[in-house]
Each structure stands twice: as C-alpha cells, then as structure tokens.
C-alpha cells in the first residue's frame, strides 16, 4: 500500500487485491448500501479498523468526473462533521474510494422510518442539526477556497458513533474560485425538494444554495416528514408550505415528529430550529441567513 502524506495524515492508494481481501471479496453481506455511485461495502483491514469501500459501478466519463470531483474536494477537508477519505484504489479498471466506516447508517434511515424515528430522541436530533450547521460551515467558510456541496440531504448525512453527523457524498461539489460568490453550472444535479429555485430553474449555485437544503434537511428532521416538492409547489402541499402555515397560525409545535414526543423535548429549541429552518428555505437568495450565523 503507498502513502500519500498531505494534509489529510496518511491517504493510501490501496491494492485491488487488499480491498478484495477486506470486504471478504466484495461479500453481499458485507453489503451497507446502493447508491448511484455504485455499491458500497464494509471492510476490515489488517490492522482491525473498519472502513466504507464504494466501488464505482461503471467507468463511465459522468462517473469518473464524479470520482476526481469527490477526491479533490474532500482530500483536503478535514473535520469532525466532514466524512473522511482514506484512501482509493484505481486498478484493473476498477475505481474504489475507501471512507471512515460511520457504524450507525444514513439520517434518512431514521426520520422517515416509523420504527427506527423512535431512536432519535429530540436531543440528539438537535445535536444532528448542529453537527450539520458545523460541517457546513466549514465548507463555506475555512475552506480556501470555498466548497458548495449541492446536494445536502438527510440520506447524504452519515452518522457515526454517538451518532454525531457526518456530511458525506462530495461527488457534486463546486469548488468556487477567486472571489466568487455563485457560480454557475450547465445542469442542475442536486435532488428535487432540496434544491432551491435559483438551482433548480437558473442553475446558479452558491453558498446560499446549500443553505436551502440545509433548511429543508431541519425541517424534516423536526417533522419527520419528507419534502417531495420543488421549492414551490403550485398545490400548496408541501412539507414547506406546511411549516410556513403552521407557523403562520402560531401552533407549529404541533407540526413535530409524535414518534419521538419525550421527556427531552425542549419546546424553545424545536421552535428555534423550525425557525432557522424556515429562515433558509425563503425564495430570496439575500433572505436566507449566512452560513455562520446558523453556528447555534
Ligand atoms: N462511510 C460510510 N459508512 C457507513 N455506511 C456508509 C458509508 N458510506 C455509505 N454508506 C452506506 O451506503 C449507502 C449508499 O451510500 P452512497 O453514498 O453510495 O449513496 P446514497 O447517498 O444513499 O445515494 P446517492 O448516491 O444516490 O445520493 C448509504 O445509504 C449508507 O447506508
């Protein structure tokens, strides 16, 4: 295995063979998830640690753009709210990226699911929102230059031990360059009912942007409802035309999660998270909050 030291501490290109031998030759079960991506599997390596390995499903040019996007960007990222890259294979044809394994799977796992929502007390979903505010930040703001993610979403969010969040899937991120503010691009990519309509209908993308997402992602961590719709629905039924009604009414404690009604459940908090939610999903662009004032 050669090691690459850079600003992340030991990234290692690792042999075909040596990633075949730690996912017990790419075993269905040591299977942890599809995406569209390719398949992702747990490994073990010699020296006991545990890792994610995704293995790129076809070399087409989309995914190899993908491939080098996601390397780039987060080669030299490094925070506790940030998935980590350890290392990839790039060998027979085949493309692996080789990630910290994060025990406890992906956020939407959890808020959409009737039994599994119950695990989430509020107290640790509002811990999840300031993990993910802190992730976020750090893209936007001390990195140099800055990233945009564009595609921030609850499945897009790993969480680890103690369940802290992890900010994961870099494979559409926007480095931006010089003093740019937007940028942008020749396809909107991200994911409908995350994706704000300066993306969506214009495809400018900017720090803003994943601000959007980010509003939509606390809100359905509070609801635990998803948000199907563009950013806006001509039939007023979306989970963020609801939130905006609720709130308008002055009742939108009711608009929480009944699964995880509990004993922790601080009403000052969740009405504070709806509101920062709702801050971030406005129309306009100079409306939304920055990344640094969502740090709470
Ligand atoms: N580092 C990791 N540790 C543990 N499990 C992981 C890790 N990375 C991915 N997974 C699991 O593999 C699944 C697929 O992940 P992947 O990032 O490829 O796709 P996705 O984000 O679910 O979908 P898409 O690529 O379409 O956005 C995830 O839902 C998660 O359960």
Redesign the pocket.
């Known amino acids: 295995m050669n090691e690459l030291v850079g600003p992340v501490d030991r990234f290692q290109f690792m042999e075909f063979r040596a990633v075949a031998e730690a996912t017990n030759q790419f075993a269905e079960s040591n299977k942890?998830?599809?995406?569209?991506?390719?398949t992702?599997y747990k490994g073990t390596l010699p020296d006991g640690s545990e890792v994610?390995v995704?293995r790129l499903a076809n070399t087409s040019s989309q995914g190899m753009t993908e491939f080098r996007n996601e390397i780039q960007t987060i080669l030299n990222v490094l925070h506790l709210n940030l998935?980590r890259l350890l290392g990839c294979c790039c060998e027979r044809e085949e493309i692996i990226l080789i990630?910290?394994?994060?025990e406890n799977?992906?956020l939407n796992q959890y808020i959409f699911d009737k039994t599994r929502s119950k695990l989430l007390n509020w107290d640790t979903r509002y811990k999840i929102i300031k993990g993910i505010a802190e992730g976020l930040l750090y893209l936007h703001s001390y990195t140099n230059p800055p990233i945009i993610h564009r595609?921030l979403k609850p499945?897009?969010i790993?969480l680890g031990k103690d369940m802290i969040p992890k900010i994961?899937?870099f494979g559409m991120a926007k480095i931006l360059t010089g003093d740019q503010r937007e940028v942008a691009t020749e396809k909107a990519v991200g994911t409908r009912g995350y994706m704000a309509e300066e993306y969506a209908m214009h495809m400018t993308v900017s720090q803003k942007s994943d601000i959007f997402s980010f509003g939509v992602t606390v809100l359905e961590i509070v609801t635990g409802e998803r948000n199907l719709e563009y950013c806006n629905s001509f039939r007023g039924d979306s989970l963020l035309d609801k939130a905006w009604r609720y709130w308008n009414d002055g009742n939108c404690i009711n608009l929480i999660d009944s699964n995880y009604l509990d004993s922790s459940l601080v009403e000052e908090e969740i009405l504070r998270s709806i509101q920062v939610g709702l801050l971030c999903v406005q129309p306009h662009v100079d409306d939304r909050p920055s990344t640094k004032s969502l740090s709470y």
């Open positions: 942890l998830g599809q995406g569209g991506f390719g992702v994610a995704k998935v990630y910290e394994f994060l799977s992906s595609d499945s897009n790993l994961s899937d």
